[in-house]
């Protein structure tokens, strides 16, 4: 079976032109994994009728709650409406699993009282070198972005193949070192002429897209001027929804 990657939510922070939040779903031969789980992802999953308890692994770019906030919302449901009896795993950046309980308890006030009957395995990932997460390799960079959410750009080896997604932030030469001979550059691009402080726009994406040096990349993160001009566009956009198969 070949890799597939299903864009669950191809959206900005703020549900501009109704997207979700960032969810991307990849299924592998052995896995279901996402990277990043926004705060809309449970209602995106539900959408596209993907059950939660499917998947086995999440993988955090950073922890904004565009990123991260809908992981809440599914481990409630998982202990609650979806019993879920499989082991979870979340792998991210430092303190995640005090980070995932505190957005939980502010969510939720209570909640902590509850124990989960399934196994969560938290994976804090070392920056700049390869972690194995349940058999995938996964190489975080360090991105240039909000610097309290650690952000990182994410390069995954799934199978054969390997996912790049450049998570939230600007340009940097390790994007190119990310995405280098990936079958597939999952590239923010928030707006459209406008440069914007801890993101990619348009323009960076044309001045740095020789570097990438990707088979494949689709532009995600569309904020409304990108949505405005994305049909224009020669380079391919994602929208909620969209599968691709490596
Ligand atoms: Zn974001
Ligand atoms: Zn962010």
Redesign the pocket.
């Known amino acids: 079976m070949a890799v597939s990657v299903t864009f669950v939510g191809a959206g900005?922070?703020f549900g501009s032109g109704g997207r979700f939040n960032?969810c991307i779903l990849v299924d592998g031969k052995n896995i279901r994994f996402t990277i990043d789980f926004g705060a809309t992802s449970l209602t995106a999953l539900n959408k596209l009728e993907i059950p939660h308890n499917s998947i086995d692994a999440i993988l955090l770019t950073h922890m904004?709650g565009?990123?991260f906030g809908g992981i809440p919302f599914m481990l409630l449901d998982a202990m609650l409406g979806a019993r879920r009896d499989r082991p979870l795993t979340i792998a991210g950046p430092k303190n995640l699993a005090a980070r995932i309980a505190a957005a939980t308890e502010a969510l939720f006030p209570g909640s902590s009282a509850m124990t989960p009957k399934f196994p969560i395995n938290y994976v804090e990932m070392t920056v700049g070198q390869p972690n194995e997460v349940l058999g995938l390799t996964v190489t975080p960079h360090a991105a240039r972005h909000t610097p309290q959410t650690d952000p990182t750009a994410l390069r995954v080896a799934v199978d054969d193949k390997i996912v790049t997604y450049s998570g939230?932030g600007e340009w940097t030469p390790d994007l190119n070192a990310a995405s280098r001979d990936a079958d597939l550059f999952i590239a923010e691009c928030y707006f459209h002429g406008k440069a914007v402080k801890g993101h990619m726009s348009y323009p960076d994406i044309q001045a740095h897209k020789a570097g990438f040096a990707a088979k494949r990349m689709i532009l995600t993160?569309l904020g409304p001027e990108m949505l405005a001009n994305a049909d224009r566009l020669p380079e391919q956009c994602a929208e909620d929804g969209l599968v691709v198969r490596l």
């Open positions: 900005d922070a960032t904004h565009d990123h939230d993160h």
